[in-house]
């Protein structure tokens, strides 16, 4: 079974742009969820979808947008980048539905913002 | 809310050496606790779990963790490291219960070095 996928794995983009990010989570699971990872904040969980809908969501800015298609593919979007946006941006998926679904890590993508 | 302290962010042993990494953390209602290990460019990988039951849980790669709930801890332990183990490791809780399956909380992860 492939696992999570995660496009482009690399970005550059430059202060001001936008930018989306694209995560298709391993087949059969419904539940997706995106982290920022950077060195001064560490791992920090940005938004989950669930069958395409927003199930839970962390303390960024409005800034930062996603949602989930019927296929359970996500995307997240950041609008107006700023330096700080800089980071790994880590995609999960799970089952979803029982407390004790693991969540299967993507490789990531390597957002840098000049 | 959840909060984890790694309580070491690098730890440096030398092969066949045992190792702790040690993780706190704090919370309000029940969690799950997690390890998770990352190598280079890479993304996390699921290292092992504690739900309910036994409080010493076991990986298949030698590494085991006991949860201490009076001491809210859940550190790591490997009796014998080896090059192979170097990585970084984070401990995340999720809250039982509720709709927060998707939401883990991190520490700032330990860095791992295994020396020959």
């Known amino acids: 079974k492939a696992g999570v996928t995660q496009t482009p794995r690399y970005l550059i983009k430059t202060r001001g742009q936008q930018v989306t990010l694209s995560c298709s989570p391993i087949?059969?699971?419904?539940?997706v969820s995106w982290y920022q990872q950077t060195p001064g904040q560490g791992l920090q969980f940005l938004f989950e979808?669930?069958?395409?809908?927003?199930?839970n969501k962390g303390n960024f800015p409005g800034r930062f947008s996603g949602r989930q298609f019927s296929n359970s593919r996500s995307e997240m979007n950041v609008s107006t980048l700023e330096l700080g946006d800089s980071a790994l941006y880590l995609c999960?998926?799970?089952?979803?539905?029982?407390?004790?679904?693991?969540?299967?890590f993507g490789p990531g993508t390597r957002l840098t913002v000049l | 809310a959840q909060s984890v302290t790694q309580l070491d962010s690098q730890v440096p042993v030398f092969e066949e050496a045992p190792v702790e990494l040690r993780c706190n953390y704090s919370?309000?209602?029940?969690?799950?606790l997690f390890w998770y290990v990352q190598y280079p460019n890479q993304g996390l990988q699921l290292l092992l779990k504690?739900?309910?039951?036994?409080?010493l849980v076991e990986s298949i790669n030698g590494f085991e963790a006991e949860f201490n709930k009076s001491q809210t801890s859940f550190h790591l332990r490997k009796p014998s490291v080896h090059i192979s183990d170097t990585a970084e490791y984070f401990c995340?809780?999720?809250?039982?219960?509720?709709?927060?399956?998707?939401?883990?909380?991190f520490g700032q992860g330990t860095i791992l070095t295994v020396h020959p």
């Open positions: 999960a998926s799970s089952l979803a539905g029982r407390e004790d679904n693991e969540q299967f």
């Open positions: 087949s059969g699971h419904r539940s």
């Open positions: 979808y669930f069958s395409e809908t927003q199930r």
């Open positions: 919370s309000s209602v029940s969690v799950y």
């Open positions: 504690y739900l309910s039951g036994s409080t």
């Open positions: 995340a809780v999720r809250r039982a219960g509720g709709t927060s399956y998707g939401k883990l909380t």
